[in-house]
């Protein structure tokens, strides 16, 4: 009995795992994601919050705060906890408020790995 999976059960796996992490990801997303790369935004903004969690924001929406009561991307606008939160950033429009997101995540992915290159 071959126990491997067979190249079109595993995409239809990866798919079914994938589509599980967007709808979790976009539970915090107020706004349609209706593009071609609707995945990615979700992620970035799941991954944002996480980063979120590990460096801090501000006073304000730090690492327990952000842990315990999550963060909501609106249209505008980043909160903590719920649509009337804490802002921690507003911006003009939803494209804005997403390229803040995936630069800020860049920013931590940099961050990190030179981290790790002075460290070796």
Not at 27 to 34: A, S, V
């Amino acid at each position: 009995m071959n126990n491997q999976e067979t190249l079109e059960q595993m995409n239809k796996r990866f798919h079914k795992e994938r589509e599980l992490e967007y709808k979790e990801a976009k539970e915090k997303i107020t706004f349609q994601l209706r593009c071609k790369e609707k995945y990615y935004y979700a992620f970035q903004c799941a991954k944002f919050e996480k980063n979120i969690i590990k460096y801090g924001y501000d006073s304000y929406a730090n690492k327990s705060s952000v842990a315990k009561e999550g963060l909501i991307f609106s249209e505008y606008k980043i909160s903590l906890g719920d649509y009337h939160g804490h802002y921690l950033k507003t911006l003009d429009t939803k494209e804005e408020m997403l390229g803040f997101v995936i630069g800020y995540n860049d920013c931590i992915a940099n961050l990190e790995y030179n981290t790790k290159l002075e460290v070796a």
